[in-house]
């Protein structure tokens, strides 16, 4: 997959530390959700967590809505995979910007209460968190200054899947669609394909 340009990715797993490693040495690249659905990190077997935390060369995303992972825990990521190779990411599913209440993950019913979206049994289905928060989250959680909270949520996702010389940061050759902050991480405005199309 590698050889024909496919980013490799380890997504839920209960694979252990050498069967991460070894994935990963074969051309896998990328750790999905970091933390959720994976097997832990343990002092004896440091499991899919521990691999997205020592291995080299390989990109961890992190759903930074406060429910998926404690704010130490990425915090701990962070420290090791430094914000050159942690990924900000979302997971967020249909009900994200609606009210709360219920809505529709696939074909299981979902609530949606308390910033978070949970199946039935109490589960977490996705999330409703819009990537701005999570910018907003990881620099009110003292983990990040702005400008790598910024890149996590941006420069890095396009970088983990090969497409940073379209998108990711603003040059004369990249799309012209980014977003204008104020000084408290507010959104400001929305420019997509360099045309203002939302204003506060």
Known sequence: MKQQGVKVALAHSSATYEEAKAVVEAGASIFVHTYNGMSPLNHREPGMVGAAMTLKDV??????????????????????????????????????????????????????KDG????????????????????????????????????????????????????GSITPTHDADFIVFDHDLNLEETYLDGVSRYQK
């Not at 983990?143 to 970088?159: F, G, L, R, Y």
């Open 59 to 112: 990109f961890a995303e992190l759903i930074c809505d406060g429910h998926h992972v404690h704010p130490q825990a990425a915090q701990a990521l962070i420290s090791v995979r430094g914000a050159d190779q942690t990924a900000l990411i979302t997971d967020c599913m249909r009900a994200g910007a609606m009210p709360e209440g219920p809505s529709m993950l696939g074909e299981f019913p979902v609530i949606v």
């Open 116 to 167: 978070a979206a949970r199946l039935e049994s109490g589960s977490l289905a996705g999330s409703v968190l819009m990537l701005k928060q999570a910018v907003k989250h990881v620099v009110d959680w003292n983990i990040a200054t702005p400008a790598e909270a910024i890149k996590m949520a941006s420069q890095v996702p396009a970088q983990s899947v090969d497409i940073d010389n379209q998108c």
